[in-house]
């Protein structure tokens, strides 16, 4: 039998847990990461639509293409997508839609350089994997999360809470995993502006994905933190019964 703190621990670790994998599997789908603020395409004579375009597009487009066309068109960023804003029709620039592109599998494991895009700059190793560990990391967040979500439903088949305490470690691991993925995103965005020509006038800031990955971790540490304390406790409490009855 479970003590009803023990129970009431576990469910409010559940719905933490829950919450916490919503929050980062949006954020992981949206592309609201980071987002540019630049002078409006339109006013800017040394825009040339058809020439940002085809840096932005393709799936052999290097960063230094498609983060020229992000800089200069109000673009957003995020894990898997980057999109920009674009007139539907030259004629008409006040009518504007967003334009997305899907970053490929290889792209997500490109190297990067010193110098966005130019292969004789030199290798850029933090980069590089700061740009792999950011892609690799939620995935092994969210992946945690379902192991974890499988041992408990056994533990709950088995009538046994000794599993709870494998659970929680597995929560905290994944939070971990979800907080280094916003500071390699961030950490691998300062590099990038630090090293690239951004236009004059561009404001760029977080945007609410971003904040949503970061409030999946204390979500996931606290779940992991409840599903700790209801296994010790519970084992504690067991140690006590045996204890007084050999007694």
Sequence with gaps: MVDNRYATALVIGSVLSLLATIYLSVAMGTHHWYQYHSQPASNDANSNYSDLLKKFEGEDMNEGNYSDALF???????????????????????????????????QQWETKYNSPGNIKSGEDLLRTYLWKCQFLLPLVSVGLVFLAALIGVCACLCRSITPTLFVGLLHLLAGLCSLATVCCFLTGMHLLHKISQLPEGMDYSPSWSLFLALVSSPLQIMAAALFIWAARSQRQHYTRMTAYRVA
């Design 72 to 106: 200069r068109l109000n673009g957003t960023l995020g894990l898997w997508w980057r999109c920009i804003l674009v007139p539907k029709h030259l004629k008409e620039p006040d009518l504007i839609m967003t334009k997305c592109q899907a970053f490929t599998l290889p």
